[in-house]
């Protein structure tokens, strides 16, 4: 879970009013969701081409391509 907090922590500090749940998947399960469209996920490599975590900084600037 360290790096869904870290993650969390990035969506809070860029989006003070964001409403961020953390809820635990399996398999690695790691999703980021916008109003029900999902922008990341590490296992359907949505919005990347391997699987792996988001890089430091990468789920903001997905964030504000989507609003």
């Known amino acids: 879970m360290p790096r869904a907090s870290r993650v969390e922590d990035e ?3 860029a989006f003070s009013d964001a409403i961020v749940k953390k809820i635990p998947g399996e398999r690695g399960q790691f ?3 916008v109003d029900g469209n999902v922008i990341f996920s ?3 490599k949505i ?3 391997i699987e792996r ?3 430091p900084g990468e789920i903001v600037t ?3 391509k989507a609003l």
Do not use: E, Q, V
Request: proline letters at 6%; zero cysteines.
């Open 53 to 55: 975590f988001p890089d």
């Open 62 to 64: 997905l964030l504000k």
């Open 42 to 44: 590490k296992l359907n």
């Open 11 to 13: 969506i809070k500090a």
């Open 31 to 33: 999703d980021i969701s």
């Open 47 to 49: 919005g990347t081409y």
